[in-house]
């Protein structure tokens, strides 16, 4: 069976979200957040103390993008994933991992500079800056969304979960208020997929139930 090292809401969501949409069984491991320190032991499965971490069988994953690939060409063929074949292959990847290294990564420093950091250590301005920046990166599927549902392939793939936890994370942020239109309304179609809500549901059942807060963290904006 897949097991699925998570905190609530963060980057371990992209394959939550994926494990619901191909309805393969799983077991989900919740730790508080950050890992590295207040979940010691989870060290000794991901050095680097980040989550996601997926076990299936010998395999082992710590990338939330590359983990959805993986689902996705490995359950999901045709549907989720787009084949090497497909005219929209080189656009998936790229979308995959757009909603990664471009969409998330400056809201990491909204996150951290804002939230995290206390006291002289927290630097609104920067906070802003990369709030902006990553508006001005996301700005740019506008044309692409006011013409199609989805990202490509003409459905949903894994490429969408990608880019969607990107607008999670925004959501969270208090950054989706700023969202244009087509955007806004994308982000809308994502969240109502039975799969996405099942996820929400699961990862906040399994932190009741093995007694994780619910919340990523107190300063930021629940679901
Ligand atoms: N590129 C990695 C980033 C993983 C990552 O940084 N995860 C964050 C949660 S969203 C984390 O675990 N941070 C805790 C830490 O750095 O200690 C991915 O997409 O999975």
Not at 116 to 123: C, K, N, V
């Amino acid at each position: 069976m897949i097991t699925l090292h998570h905190c609530v809401s963060a980057r371990s969501f992209r394959p939550l979200w994926m494990l619901e949409e191909i309805g393969v069984a799983y077991e989900l491991k919740m730790m508080p957040f950050p890992p590295r320190a207040l979940a010691r032991p989870y060290l000794e499965i991901n050095p680097l103390g980040t989550v996601p971490a997926m076990f299936d069988g010998t395999v082992r994953m710590t990338e939330s993008s590359a983990i959805c690939q993986y689902l996705a060409a490995r359950f999901s063929p045709g549907k989720l994933d787009v084949g090497i074949d497909e005219p929209a292959f080189g656009a998936y990847l790229n979308y995959l991992h757009f909603g990664e290294a471009t969409l998330t990564f400056p809201q990491t420093l909204v996150l951290r500079y804002l939230h995290f950091e206390t006291g002289e250590r927290r630097q609104p301005q920067v906070a802003h800056d990369y709030g902006k920046w990553f508006l001005a990166r996301l700005r740019t599927l506008e044309p692409l969304l006011s013409e199609q549902a989805f990202l490509c392939a003409d459905r949903f793939t894994a490429a969408d979960v990608s880019v969607g936890y990107a607008l999670l994370l925004a959501r969270h942020l208090g950054l989706d208020q700023q969202f244009t239109p087509s955007v806004r309304a994308y982000w809308e179609r994502l969240q109502a997929r039975p799969a996405y809500r099942r996820a929400m549901v699961a990862q906040n059942g399994a932190a009741i139930s093995q007694g994780v807060p619910t919340i990523a963290s107190p300063d930021i904006r629940p679901e």
